[in-house]
């Protein structure tokens, strides 16, 4: 029962907050303009399963840890993707 009370309380508190933002950010959208960007199709590449380590685990083989990399296909400098799945870098 606190619980739900407490619940109650942090809503009722809330509530204007919530409702000046919205004001807050209709008013912002009078002065901005709409922005025509031409969609551009390329090519890209993706080297998967690339192994970045391969810490020891204690008793077992070692792990090896996988990232993939996502690379357009041109001249100009465009931005990579490295996307590395898991817990994060630690062993």
């Known amino acids: 029962m ?3 009370l407490k619940c109650l309380m ?3 508190v809330m509530m ?7 004001q807050t950010l ?5 002065d901005t303009e709409v922005i025509d960007v ?7 590449e993706m080297i998967s399963n690339l192994v970045y380590a391969q810490p020891p685990i204690y008793g ?3 792990k090896a840890l996988e ?3 996502i690379k357009p296909v ?4 465009l931005p990579t993707v490295v996307f590395v799945p898991g817990g994060g870098f630690v062993s």
């Open 26 to 30: 209709s008013i912002n959208h009078k």
């Open 60 to 62: 077992y083989k070692n």
């Open 38 to 44: 031409k969609i551009e199709k390329s090519e890209i």
């Open 16 to 22: 204007p907050c919530l409702s000046l933002n919205a």
């Open 2 to 4: 606190k619980s739900y």
């Open 10 to 12: 942090l809503f009722v």
């Open 74 to 77: 041109s001249k100009e400098l």
């Open 67 to 69: 990232m993939d990399i």
